[in-house]
């Protein structure tokens, strides 16, 4: 009997390990892409760019407020705003670290649902297919 965990089990488990590393106050996520052939291709975690102070050292307008002060969501993008993030999300790292070509058929997981912008990305990629947890915990999957 092989009690080994499904490739799709496997590679969330990967993302959640990834989402370790991120760089966040208020929401740590991971991503990994992986091939067809189940190879991992790419990882990535939400954060800023290496030469830059980070959320987590109090470079973030939006990771000096709380999810109460500041909803989760809404519009993060507005450099004038308090709600304003820094970071680059997760699957925006994974994609940025791939090889274009190995995306073709690909699968990425990521730990909680893409927002519309990083969704939008990855729907003009060659990848097949997205697996994700929602703010439930519940799993999902969706074509690309």
């Known amino acids: 009997m092989d009690d080994r965990p499904g490739w799709d089990h496997w590679a969330l488990n990967i993302a959640q390990a990834v989402s370790t590393r991120a760089d ?5 996520v991971g ?14 975690y939400n954060g800023t760019a290496p030469s ?12 000096r407020h709380d999810t109460s002060e500041i909803a989760p969501g809404g519009n993060y993008s507005d450099p ?3 709600a304003y993030c820094i970071a680059t999300h997760a699957e925006m790292n994974a994609l940025v670290r791939a090889k274009h070509e190995a995306l073709y058929g690909a699968t990425m997981y990521v730990t909680n649902e893409p927002c519309n912008d990083c969704a939008k990305i990855i729907g003009n990629t060659p990848i097949h297919r997205i697996i994700f947890i929602d703010k439930d915990g519940k799993q999902h999957s969706r074509l690309v």
């Open 31 to 44: 991503a990994v892409i992986l091939g067809e052939r189940h190879n991992i291709i790419s990882i990535g």
């Open 52 to 63: 830059r102070t980070g959320c987590l050292d109090g470079g973030c307008p939006r990771g």
């Open 24 to 28: 966040c106050t208020r929401r740590r």
């Open 80 to 82: 004038t705003s308090q």
